[in-house]
Nanobody, 121 residues
Framework: QVQLVESGGGMVQAGDSLRLTCVGAGRTFGVMGWFRQAPGKEREFVAAITMSDGSTKYANSVEGRFIISRDNAKNAINLQITKLKPEDSDIYSC????????????????WGQGTQVTVSS
């Protein structure tokens, strides 16, 4: 059974940093990434990484503050978030697909349950 399990969410203050982790089980993936969604809004692409070569793709809104990294040995990815803003408050979900690479931000096949990030001002 394929699973993606996120951890690391929580309640923080504006300006703080947070690290989210997603661990995959059941198979390895070609691309893993993060999406976020606020209540009543559409899910938004955040960042993705190609597991073979580490190439990355970021949404314009997070570039410079979010860093995605991979740990192939653990079949996992991390999302380091710095300088958190109240508008970063969302449910962050891990997603994965076979390929082809991180630059294509659609067609993710596997999804985690999500982890809540709440940023207070």
């Amino acid at each position: 059974q394929v699973q993606l399990v996120e951890s690391g969410g929580g309640m923080v203050q504006a300006g703080d940093s947070l690290r989210l982790t997603c661990v995959g089980a059941g198979r390895t993936f070609g691309v893993m990434g993060w999406f976020r969604q606020a209540p009543g809004k559409e899910r938004e692409f955040v960042a993705a990484i190609t597991m073979s070569d580490g190439s990355t793709k970021y949404a314009n809104s997070v570039e410079g503050r979010f860093i995605i990294s991979r740990d192939n040995a653990k079949n996992a990815i991390n999302l380091q978030i710095t300088k958190l803003k109240p508008e970063d408050s969302d449910i962050y979900s891990c997603a994965a697909k076979i390929g082809p690479n991180a630059y294509i931000t659609t067609n993710y096949l596997y999804w985690g349950q999500g982890t809540q990030v709440t940023v207070s001002s």
